[in-house]
Structures are given as C-alpha cells and as structure tokens.
C-alpha cells in the first residue's frame, strides 16, 4: 500500500516562508496527479495545489501569486514552496496522490496526517 508523510509545516510569522514536502512511499507503476489540500478549523478543504503527470501544476487563485509546487518524480516526492505567509495560510495541509499500481489498475492515496501550518500576524 502506498503511503504518504507530509513534513515542514510549523509556526512561522506573517510574510515569512515554508517548505513543504510530501514524500510516497510503496511500489507503483507511476504517479499521476499529485495535490496538496488545506484545512482550515471551521472551514471546508481547499484545493492548493496540483501536479498533473507530465509536470503541469495547477495552483489556487488564492495563493497562485505566493506559492509554487513541484515535484520529483525520482523521489516521489511533490513540494510546496510557501513565501510571503499571511495569517489566512494557516491549517493543516494534506497531499494526496493518484497512481497507477500493477501495470493499469488506478488508485488514490488514502488521507494522511497532514502538516501544520501557523501563521501568526
């Protein structure tokens, strides 16, 4: 089974950055799309980021002008660079992936625990 483990959150100050990393581990075929989510307490799951395969990045009007994903796809591992933070980037961020296992069979990631992002004004 594929599994995910997000890192780099933490407690940063308004206009500070963040790194975050979301490394799979498991045997797959490929990966497709690779997407970074956040939740924000009270508030609905918000699409950040995502990576189709191929390398097209799909990046929320909210955060398109701050935020930059990529990924390494010989790492299996998908980032978000986070720059000029404010207040509203707080929450827990989740990647999730698409991928294809045993040569045509296509699955999704299950949720993993996400990384904490704290942005303080």
């Known amino acids: 089974q594929v599994r995910l483990a997000e890192s780099g959150g933490g407690l940063v100050q308004a206009g500070g950055s963040l790194r975050l990393s979301c490394a799979a581990s498991?045997?797959?075929?490929?990966?497709?799309?690779m997407t970074w989510w956040r939740q924000a307490p009270g508030k609905q799951r918000e699409l950040v980021a995502n990576?189709?395969?191929?390398?097209?990045?799909v990046i929320a009007d909210s955060v398109k002008d701050r935020f930059t994903a990529s990924r390494d796809d010989a790492k299996n591992t998908l980032y978000l660079q986070m720059d000029s933070l404010v207040p509203e980037d707080s929450g827990r961020y989740y990647c999730?992936?698409?991928?294809?296992?045993?040569?045509?069979?296509?699955?999704?990631?299950?949720w993993g625990q996400g990384t904490q992002v704290t942005v303080s004004a």
């Open positions: 990576s189709h395969h191929g390398g097209h990045m």
């Open positions: 498991g045997s797959v075929t490929r990966f497709n799309g």
């Open positions: 999730v992936f698409d991928y294809v296992e045993n040569g045509n069979t296509i699955r999704t990631t299950p």
